[in-house]
Protein backbone atom coordinates (compact mmCIF):
# COMPACT_ATOMS: atom_id res chain seq x y z
CA UNK A 1 0.00 0.00 0.00
CA UNK A 2 1.09 3.60 -0.56
CA UNK A 3 2.38 5.32 1.67
CA UNK A 4 1.03 8.55 2.54
CA UNK A 5 2.87 11.40 3.36
CA UNK A 6 2.58 13.27 6.93
CA UNK A 7 3.00 16.75 5.86
CA UNK A 8 0.93 17.92 8.70
CA UNK A 9 3.47 16.43 11.40
CA UNK A 10 6.53 17.29 9.02
CA UNK A 11 5.61 20.88 8.55
CA UNK A 12 5.35 21.24 12.65
CA UNK A 13 8.24 19.57 13.07
CA UNK A 14 9.96 21.76 10.43
CA UNK A 15 8.68 24.43 11.91
CA UNK A 16 11.23 24.27 15.27
CA UNK A 17 13.99 22.79 13.64
CA UNK A 18 17.09 24.48 11.69
CA UNK A 19 16.81 23.25 8.25
CA UNK A 20 19.52 20.73 7.08
CA UNK A 21 19.44 22.44 4.08
CA UNK A 22 19.02 25.86 3.53
CA UNK A 23 19.22 27.81 0.15
CA UNK A 24 18.89 31.24 0.96
CA UNK A 25 18.70 33.98 -2.33
CA UNK A 26 20.75 31.80 -4.86
CA UNK A 27 21.81 32.84 -8.46
CA UNK A 28 23.60 30.98 -10.97
CA UNK A 29 24.48 32.16 -14.42
CA UNK A 30 25.63 29.55 -17.08
CA UNK A 31 27.58 30.66 -20.13
CA UNK A 32 26.28 34.14 -19.02
CA UNK A 33 22.96 33.15 -19.34
CA UNK A 34 20.79 33.39 -15.57
CA UNK A 35 19.23 29.77 -15.15
CA UNK A 36 18.49 30.69 -11.32
CA UNK A 37 17.46 34.18 -9.61
CA UNK A 38 16.71 34.40 -6.17
CA UNK A 39 16.00 30.50 -4.95
CA UNK A 40 14.95 30.29 -1.38
CA UNK A 41 14.47 26.85 -0.54
CA UNK A 42 14.26 24.85 3.31
CA UNK A 43 14.76 21.15 3.95
CA UNK A 44 14.77 19.23 7.57
CA UNK A 45 15.43 16.48 8.43
CA UNK A 46 13.10 13.08 8.00
CA UNK A 47 11.62 15.31 5.21
CA UNK A 48 10.71 14.20 1.75
CA UNK A 49 10.42 17.25 -0.52
CA UNK A 50 10.00 17.04 -3.90
CA UNK A 51 11.24 19.43 -6.50
CA UNK A 52 8.96 20.44 -9.33
CA UNK A 53 9.11 22.54 -12.81
CA UNK A 54 8.92 22.60 -16.35
CA UNK A 55 11.71 21.41 -18.45
CA UNK A 56 14.81 24.11 -18.08
CA UNK A 57 12.78 25.37 -15.10
CA UNK A 58 16.97 25.03 -13.38
CA UNK A 59 15.72 21.58 -10.87
CA UNK A 60 19.12 20.09 -12.43
CA UNK A 61 21.38 23.18 -11.67
CA UNK A 62 19.98 23.54 -8.20
CA UNK A 63 21.58 20.46 -7.23
CA UNK A 64 24.48 20.91 -8.50
CA UNK A 65 24.92 24.09 -6.64
CA UNK A 66 23.54 22.37 -3.63
CA UNK A 67 26.80 20.16 -4.25
CA UNK A 68 28.82 23.17 -5.42
CA UNK A 69 29.44 21.56 -8.29
CA UNK A 70 28.55 24.93 -10.22
CA UNK A 71 29.42 28.40 -8.51
CA UNK A 72 27.15 30.75 -7.03
CA UNK A 73 26.61 33.82 -8.77
CA UNK A 74 25.16 35.08 -5.44
CA UNK A 75 23.44 33.70 -2.08
CA UNK A 76 24.25 30.93 0.21
CA UNK A 77 23.72 27.22 0.87
CA UNK A 78 24.61 25.95 3.95
CA UNK A 79 23.99 22.48 5.23
CA UNK A 80 23.64 22.44 8.95
CA UNK A 81 24.19 26.12 9.02
CA UNK A 82 27.80 25.71 7.69
CA UNK A 83 28.32 26.63 4.31
CA UNK A 84 29.00 24.80 1.48
CA UNK A 85 31.95 26.82 -0.18
CA UNK A 86 33.26 26.01 3.64
CA UNK A 87 32.74 22.63 3.54
CA UNK A 88 35.95 20.12 2.13
CA UNK A 89 34.99 17.64 -0.56
CA UNK A 90 35.16 14.79 1.37
CA UNK A 91 33.43 15.94 4.30
CA UNK A 92 30.82 17.03 1.48
CA UNK A 93 30.91 13.65 0.33
CA UNK A 94 30.02 12.32 3.93
CA UNK A 95 27.45 14.34 4.33
CA UNK A 96 25.33 14.07 0.92
CA UNK A 97 24.46 11.95 -1.48
CA UNK A 98 23.79 12.04 -5.33
CA UNK A 99 21.53 10.00 -7.61
CA UNK A 100 21.74 11.25 -11.00
CA UNK A 101 18.92 10.69 -13.38
CA UNK A 102 21.26 8.54 -15.29
CA UNK A 103 23.64 7.11 -13.36
CA UNK A 104 26.66 5.12 -15.22
CA UNK A 105 28.41 2.52 -14.08
CA UNK A 106 30.21 -0.42 -15.87
CA UNK A 107 27.53 -3.08 -16.77
CA UNK A 108 29.68 -5.77 -15.61
CA UNK A 109 30.11 -4.66 -12.59
CA UNK A 110 28.26 -6.49 -9.52
CA UNK A 111 25.78 -4.36 -7.27
CA UNK A 112 27.39 -5.38 -4.44
CA UNK A 113 30.35 -3.78 -5.81
CA UNK A 114 28.93 -0.38 -6.67
CA UNK A 115 27.27 -0.21 -3.45
CA UNK A 116 30.78 -0.58 -1.47
CA UNK A 117 31.97 2.47 -3.48
CA UNK A 118 29.94 4.70 -1.82
CA UNK A 119 31.97 4.04 1.68
CA UNK A 120 35.43 5.42 -0.38
CA UNK A 121 34.39 8.95 1.26
CA UNK A 122 35.08 7.02 4.73
CA UNK A 123 38.44 5.46 3.16
CA UNK A 124 41.88 7.16 4.12
CA UNK A 125 44.07 7.82 1.34
CA UNK A 126 44.86 4.28 -0.25
CA UNK A 127 43.17 2.54 2.37
CA UNK A 128 41.26 -0.76 2.23
CA UNK A 129 37.51 -1.76 3.42
CA UNK A 130 37.17 -2.91 6.71
CA UNK A 131 34.38 -5.26 7.94
CA UNK A 132 32.26 -2.47 8.87
CA UNK A 133 32.50 -1.13 5.70
CA UNK A 134 30.95 -4.36 4.53
CA UNK A 135 28.26 -4.32 6.95
CA UNK A 136 27.49 -0.98 6.37
CA UNK A 137 26.98 -1.64 2.00
CA UNK A 138 24.80 -4.98 3.17
CA UNK A 139 22.78 -2.86 5.21
CA UNK A 140 22.75 -0.50 2.25
CA UNK A 141 21.26 -2.94 0.01
CA UNK A 142 19.11 -4.56 2.50
CA UNK A 143 17.30 -0.87 3.06
CA UNK A 144 17.41 -0.48 -0.80
CA UNK A 145 15.64 -3.31 -1.24
CA UNK A 146 18.86 -5.03 -3.42
CA UNK A 147 20.13 -7.60 -1.27
CA UNK A 148 18.79 -10.53 -3.00
CA UNK A 149 20.48 -9.54 -6.10
CA UNK A 150 23.41 -8.49 -5.08
CA UNK A 151 25.66 -10.23 -7.02
CA UNK A 152 24.10 -9.84 -10.30
CA UNK A 153 25.68 -7.50 -13.23
CA UNK A 154 24.11 -4.10 -13.51
CA UNK A 155 23.86 -5.43 -17.17
CA UNK A 156 21.19 -7.64 -16.38
CA UNK A 157 19.00 -5.39 -14.10
CA UNK A 158 15.68 -4.07 -14.51
CA UNK A 159 15.19 -0.28 -14.69
CA UNK A 160 13.81 -0.65 -10.81
CA UNK A 161 16.16 -2.57 -9.94
CA UNK A 162 18.99 -0.37 -11.30
CA UNK A 163 17.70 2.56 -9.79
CA UNK A 164 17.71 0.38 -5.96
CA UNK A 165 21.41 -0.64 -6.35
CA UNK A 166 22.48 3.22 -7.05
CA UNK A 167 20.55 4.20 -4.22
CA UNK A 168 21.91 1.16 -2.29
CA UNK A 169 25.09 3.02 -3.03
CA UNK A 170 24.73 6.37 -1.92
CA UNK A 171 22.83 5.14 1.47
CA UNK A 172 26.37 3.52 1.35
CA UNK A 173 27.46 6.57 2.22
CA UNK A 174 25.25 7.09 5.04
CA UNK A 175 24.92 10.56 4.47
CA UNK A 176 22.56 13.18 5.91
CA UNK A 177 21.27 14.45 2.84
CA UNK A 178 19.87 12.59 -0.27
CA UNK A 179 19.74 14.40 -3.47
CA UNK A 180 17.60 12.58 -6.14
CA UNK A 181 17.31 13.99 -10.13
CA UNK A 182 14.33 12.10 -11.30
CA UNK A 183 14.63 9.27 -9.61
CA UNK A 184 11.38 7.39 -11.24
CA UNK A 185 11.94 8.40 -14.70
CA UNK A 186 11.32 6.08 -17.36
CA UNK A 187 10.50 3.42 -14.89
CA UNK A 188 6.36 1.87 -15.14
CA UNK A 189 4.13 2.62 -12.15
CA UNK A 190 4.96 -0.49 -9.86
CA UNK A 191 8.58 0.70 -9.98
CA UNK A 192 7.77 4.22 -9.46
CA UNK A 193 5.42 3.52 -5.92
CA UNK A 194 8.29 0.94 -5.10
CA UNK A 195 10.80 3.88 -5.55
CA UNK A 196 8.71 6.38 -3.86
CA UNK A 197 7.69 3.99 -0.96
CA UNK A 198 11.75 3.76 0.10
CA UNK A 199 11.91 7.02 -0.20
CA UNK A 200 9.54 7.99 2.35
CA UNK A 201 10.82 5.01 4.63
CA UNK A 202 14.41 6.53 4.60
CA UNK A 203 12.91 9.85 4.95
CA UNK A 204 10.99 8.14 7.92
CA UNK A 205 14.70 6.55 8.96
CA UNK A 206 16.27 10.31 9.39
CA UNK A 207 17.31 11.15 5.95
CA UNK A 208 16.53 14.65 4.41
CA UNK A 209 15.42 13.72 0.99
CA UNK A 210 15.07 16.06 -1.88
CA UNK A 211 13.50 14.66 -5.27
CA UNK A 212 13.43 15.91 -8.88
CA UNK A 213 9.85 14.95 -9.71
CA UNK A 214 8.83 14.97 -13.23
CA UNK A 215 5.52 13.82 -12.07
CA UNK A 216 3.14 16.00 -10.07
CA UNK A 217 0.61 13.26 -9.84
CA UNK A 218 3.46 10.83 -8.15
CA UNK A 219 5.15 14.18 -6.56
CA UNK A 220 1.63 15.03 -4.49
CA UNK A 221 1.15 11.29 -3.70
CA UNK A 222 4.55 11.40 -1.44
CA UNK A 223 5.99 14.08 -1.07
CA UNK A 224 5.63 16.08 2.53
CA UNK A 225 5.96 19.18 0.66
CA UNK A 226 6.80 20.24 -2.95
CA UNK A 227 8.45 23.36 -4.12
CA UNK A 228 7.40 24.38 -7.95
CA UNK A 229 10.44 25.68 -9.58
CA UNK A 230 9.60 28.17 -12.96
CA UNK A 231 12.21 30.62 -14.62
CA UNK A 232 14.52 30.27 -11.99
CA UNK A 233 12.89 30.95 -9.60
CA UNK A 234 10.56 29.24 -6.72
CA UNK A 235 6.85 30.26 -7.37
CA UNK A 236 5.41 28.00 -4.51
CA UNK A 237 6.15 26.26 -1.86
CA UNK A 238 4.45 23.75 0.95
CA UNK A 239 1.96 20.94 1.13
CA UNK A 240 0.87 19.59 -2.15
CA UNK A 241 -2.60 20.68 -1.94
CA UNK A 242 -1.42 24.18 -1.44
CA UNK A 243 1.16 24.16 -4.32
CA UNK A 244 -0.77 21.72 -7.16
CA UNK A 245 -3.72 24.49 -7.88
CA UNK A 246 -5.48 24.83 -10.71
CA UNK A 247 -4.45 28.44 -11.30
CA UNK A 248 -0.52 27.66 -10.09
CA UNK A 249 -0.29 24.88 -12.48
CA UNK A 250 -2.09 26.53 -15.74
CA UNK A 251 -0.04 29.57 -15.00
CA UNK A 252 3.36 27.21 -14.84
CA UNK A 253 2.22 24.33 -17.56
CA UNK A 254 0.08 25.84 -19.67
CA UNK A 255 -4.06 25.30 -20.03
CA UNK A 256 -3.63 22.03 -21.60
CA UNK A 257 -3.32 19.96 -18.23
CA UNK A 258 -6.12 20.10 -15.43
CA UNK A 259 -5.83 19.17 -11.67
CA UNK A 260 -8.67 17.03 -10.28
CA UNK A 261 -8.64 15.49 -6.44
CA UNK A 262 -7.81 11.98 -5.96
CA UNK A 263 -11.46 10.24 -5.29
CA UNK A 264 -10.00 8.69 -2.14
CA UNK A 265 -6.92 10.73 -0.62
CA UNK A 266 -8.26 14.05 -2.12
CA UNK A 267 -4.53 14.76 -2.97
CA UNK A 268 -3.86 16.90 -6.69
CA UNK A 269 -4.24 14.51 -9.36
CA UNK A 270 -2.52 16.28 -13.06
CA UNK A 271 -3.88 14.94 -15.96
CA UNK A 272 -4.14 16.01 -19.88
CA UNK A 273 -6.83 18.32 -20.35
CA UNK A 274 -8.54 16.33 -22.99
CA UNK A 275 -8.74 13.46 -19.83
CA UNK A 276 -11.63 16.30 -18.05
CA UNK A 277 -13.44 16.29 -21.43
CA UNK A 278 -16.02 13.73 -20.13
CA UNK A 279 -18.52 13.08 -22.90
CA UNK A 280 -16.69 15.36 -25.56
CA UNK A 281 -14.27 12.55 -26.73
CA UNK A 282 -13.77 12.21 -30.60
CA UNK A 283 -16.24 10.27 -32.18
CA UNK A 284 -15.83 6.62 -33.61
CA UNK A 285 -14.94 5.43 -36.98
CA UNK A 286 -18.86 3.90 -36.53
CA UNK A 287 -20.12 6.99 -34.66
CA UNK A 288 -18.88 9.10 -37.79
CA UNK A 289 -19.84 7.01 -41.03
CA UNK A 290 -16.55 6.11 -41.84
CA UNK A 291 -14.99 2.57 -42.41
CA UNK A 292 -11.75 0.90 -42.76
CA UNK A 293 -12.44 0.26 -46.50
Known amino acids: ?114 VLLG ?38 LSGGERRRAFIARSLAQEPSLLLLDEPTANLDPEAQGEIFDLLRDLAAGGVGVLAVVHDLTLAAAYCDRIALLDGGHIVASGAPGRVLTADTVARVYGRRVTVLAHPRSGAPVIVPSVLDSAGEQAPTRAEDGRTDE
Not at 129 to 148: I, K, P, Q, T
Open 1 to 114: MMAQPTTDRATAQAADATPLLAVEDVHVALDGHPVLTGVDLALHTGELLGLVGPNGAGKTTLLRAVTALVALAGGHIAIRGRSVLETGRGELARTVAVVQQLPEAPATMAVSEL
Open 119 to 156: RNPHLRLLGRESAHDYEVALEAMRRAGCEHFALRALGT
